[in-house]
């Protein structure tokens, strides 16, 4: 009998390394945003390659991942897409956001985004596009580092300097020669966002972009946030402040419409 349950509790161990396998997978394949190898996500994962490539294969079966025409490189499959759309479509936040957003766009003329404090980044769960020629690149599910991010700032504003010493991964990475990595000079910014009531970028996540974001709430775990961003050639200061005012007001439209929603 103890031997049965001693099986038993092997298969068991087994099924959930398994399990955490395949998730490892899905978050450095996410991650990276590019092809990778067997032989790089074993190194990575530091895992043998007969045991990763059998996951990759049961993976590939159900279109989680997928390969190259050569079969040697891998990247998301399209289940992994449909699982983050479905995502999307049931968050409350991101179903109610797109009026607002598109309002916002047109206001401005600017890149307009809507992003989740996930660990230690920021990721975008929304984005309207500039209706000018030159604007700065992202992407719905991009993650950057919450520190570096106008997004994230706002979002970070809105805890005490104990809970963002905890939530922010020590040293700060520089993304730009302009990414404020010193913890006071950090913290000093934060507290000057949360006075104001929004956080700003200047060209720490992207080199020459400015960005304003408002702070929607400390829910899902970890918190919102909605911004605007455009070239420094486009935004001086006194267009800033203007842009601020707008992210403020559709801020609080957002949050109207959230505590409506909850109130049904």
């Known amino acids: 009998m103890e031997s049965v349950s001693g099986a038993a509790r092997i298969r068991r161990h087994e099924d959930v390394k398994s399990a955490a396998r395949v998730l490892e997978v899905l978050e450095l394949l996410g991650a990276e945003g590019a092809r990778l190898s067997l032989a790089d996500m074993a190194s990575t994962l530091a895992v043998p390659k007969s045991s990763l490539h059998a996951v990759l294969r049961?993976?590939?079966?159900?279109?989680?991942?997928?390969?190259?025409?050569?079969?040697?490189?891998?990247?998301?499959?399209?289940k992994a897409l449909l699982t983050g759309t479905a995502y999307l479509e049931s968050d409350d936040l991101a179903g109610?956001?797109?009026?607002?957003?598109?309002?916002?766009?047109?206001?401005?003329?600017e890149a307009v985004h809507l992003g989740r404090l996930d660990d230690t980044d920021?990721?975008?769960?929304?984005k309207r596009e500039s209706r000018h020629a030159l604007r700065m690149y992202s992407a719905v599910g991009r993650r950057l580092p919450a520190h570096a991010t106008a997004l994230g700032k706002a979002i970070l504003s809105q805890y005490d300097a104990a809970e963002i010493q905890r939530r922010l991964n020590w040293p700060?990475?520089?993304?730009?020669?302009?990414?404020?990595?010193?913890?006071?000079?950090?913290?000093a910014q934060l507290a000057d966002a949360r006075k104001r009531g929004w956080a700003q970028d200047e060209g720490e996540s992207s080199v020459d972009i400015r960005c304003v974001a408002v702070p929607l709430g400390t829910g899902h775990g970890g918190g919102d946030a909605i911004s605007c961003s455009a070239p420094r050639s486009r935004m001086d200061d006194a267009r800033l402040s203007e842009i601020a005012a707008h992210v403020t007001e559709a801020a609080h439209s957002l949050?109207?419409?959230?505590?409506?929603?909850?109130e049904h």
Request: aromatic residues 4%; glycine residues 8%; hydrophobic residues 40%.
């Open 122 to 126: 920021v990721v975008y769960l929304a």
């Open 172 to 187: 700060l990475t520089a993304l730009t020669p302009s990414t404020v990595t010193d913890p006071d000079e950090l913290l």
């Open 96 to 109: 109610i956001a797109g009026p607002v957003l598109d309002l916002l766009a047109e206001e401005t003329g």
């Open 255 to 262: 949050r109207t419409l959230l505590k409506r929603l909850g």
């Open 58 to 78: 049961t993976m590939e079966s159900r279109r989680w991942v997928e390969t190259d025409p050569s079969g040697t490189l891998y990247s998301l499959g399209l």
